[in-house]
């Protein structure tokens, strides 16, 4: 069984499935994703996906706000940790820094950063990490405010092996997603090698980023099983493997999921 650990099901356009969330639910389970969890961006978005994950008992949640939204709104340290107490809530974020896209809420950015982190060591709730292009401030705050028995994730990574080894110093997961099956990502399909199966995730990010041979197409959880395939192919791993061993990772790392029995 594979988990998704990381999609964006409230971004999905359902037009083209009846407007049925259940349709995508079941594509999934036919290519036996049974697991995913859905990543909040902003807060004013999360009662309502916290609402569609509530009808699904194979979906989870995270509560945050994604670093290219922090001028639309922060969120404070005892709001994250309120939505933390919540039984499908078991994860911060999606927070972090991007550079690449806007430098202009720099400040905000890093402000918004550290607020999930303190709220993270205290919930004890993981932190799913955006970066890009903010290798060294992305890594700096880390080491300032992680709670390194914690950890967190860096997901649909695509920067250097040796970003992925202090992450990983840190308990922090590295998560890739289906740019490591574009023809273009040679180097990051070196980072996924080097990268020990014990500490790696995999995921859709899905609406966005669909895999080959799916490019071009709005991407959905099942796609996942094509991120698994590349990553067994890279290692030389049968799939059934890497979906079992990335299965167990999710569940170390998201450890409310099992403790809420799922």
Not at 68 to 78: F, K, P, Q, S, Y
Request: net charge negative; hydrophobic share 40%.
């Amino acid at each position: 069984m594979f988990v998704d650990s990381h999609c964006h099901l409230d971004r999905l356009d359902l037009s083209v499935r009846n407007n049925d969330l259940q349709a995508v639910l079941d594509a999934a389970a036919a290519k036996q994703v049974s697991r995913m969890l859905c990543v909040a961006i902003e807060m004013q978005q999360l009662p309502d996906m916290l609402q569609t994950v509530k009808r699904f008992d194979n979906v989870f949640a995270s509560a945050g706000v994604h670093p290219l939204h922090v001028a639309e709104g922060m969120a404070e340290i005892a709001e994250l940790l309120e939505y933390a107490a919540d039984s499908r809530v078991v994860a911060l974020g999606e927070t972090g820094l991007d550079y690449y896209y806007q430098q202009d809420t720099v400040e905000l950015q890093q402000e918004s950063f550290i607020r999930h982190l303190k709220a993270s060591a205290i919930s004890r709730l993981p932190v799913i990490v955006h970066t890009r292009d903010a290798r060294e401030d992305t890594l700096t705050l880390l080491r300032q405010h992680s709670d390194p028995s914690v950890g967190g994730v860096l997901h649909c990574f695509t920067e250097s092996w040796q970003m992925a080894q202090q992450a990983m110093d840190l308990n922090y997961m590295i998560s890739f997603s289906g740019i490591i099956t574009f023809r273009t990502a040679a180097e990051l399909r070196e980072v996924v090698k080097q990268v020990p199966i014990e500490n790696l995730l995999i995921e859709t990010d899905s609406p966005y980023l669909a895999p080959v041979p799916y490019r071009g197409k709005p991407n959905e959880p099942q796609y996942v099983v094509e991120v698994a395939q590349c990553v067994a192919d890279i290692k030389g791993l049968r799939i059934e493997e890497v979906a079992e061993i990335t299965s167990q990772n999710f569940d170390r790392m998201f450890s409310k999921v099992t403790q809420a029995g799922h």
